[in-house]
């Protein structure tokens, strides 16, 4: 099985720390870091979730680097601040047209809107394969018809559900987080679990996704599976693979 995984990619840094009191001069916590992981994320977490089945796989992405810092209380996992830097200067994806896209089982777009890919781009894209999945920040429209499935959670889908028609609902698999995942109204739930944080558990969603219906066509199987690798991951401390 041979997947490409095409969208915009960050740096994920988690400092952990410990806050045990208010600074003096103003109601705010006072954070002392103690160490820090990093790891790839967006396109590039779902790229890692690939490798870690064991998938062959391609990400195209960009070069120019955003960082997502999280300043995270250890003995709670609550997170304090979120700094990110870099998305100004993301570049756009070049040379689209000079990828072979039929070399592939299946595409995963990871699209986190930050510019490296546009509509025009994704409508491209589509258009070039039979199985591909979306995920995507931006206001669905027109010009995803071409998508084979795509993966969206209850805020996105409550925002964009008036831009779609029949045949656009019929592609959706709405993420419900602790609820599991829902398609053509029906839900496929999960066990209960101790979430410790669910940074990064739709891009594991994803990739399981992809991995199982390029393997058996049975959308059915591949949701419950998705389902399955993002519960594993929700399980972990920071971003992580299943």
Not at 118 to 139: A, C, G, M, N, R
Request: aromatic share 10%.
């Amino acid at each position: 099985m041979k997947v490409l995984v095409i969208g915009d990619s960050c740096k994920d840094v988690f400092v952990y720390g410990k806050c045990d009191r208010l600074a003096p001069a103003a109601p705010v916590p006072v954070f002392v870091p103690q160490y820090q992981r990093e790891n790839r994320g967006m396109a590039a977490n779902v790229y890692e979730n690939l490798l870690s089945f064991k998938v062959d796989v391609d990400l195209v992405t960009n070069t120019t680097e955003i960082v997502k810092t999280r300043y995270v209380e250890e003995k709670t996992n609550h997170m304090v601040i979120r700094v990110d830097s870099g998305e100004e200067k993301i570049e756009k994806i070049k040379d689209i047209e000079l990828y072979s896209y039929s070399d592939y089982d299946a595409i995963i777009i990871s699209d986190y809107d930050k510019g490296f890919l546009s509509e025009e781009d994704i409508e491209y894209i589509s258009s070039q394969h039979p199985v591909t999945f979306l995920d995507t920040k931006k206001i669905l429209g027109n010009w995803c018809k071409n998508i084979t499935f795509i993966k969206i959670n209850e805020f996105e889908y409550d925002r964009t559900k008036h831009m779609l028609d029949k045949d656009m609902n019929n592609k959706m698999i709405i993420t419900l987080g602790p609820h599991g995942a829902k398609y053509l109204g029906r839900t496929y739930p999960v066990p209960k679990v101790e979430i410790k944080d669910t940074s990064g558990a739709g891009d594991t969603f994803i990739a399981g996704l992809c991995v199982k219906y390029a393997e058996t066509k049975n959308l059915e199987e591949s949701i419950r599976y998705a389902n399955y690798c993002a519960t594993l991951a929700v399980q972990k401390k920071g971003v992580s693979v299943a």
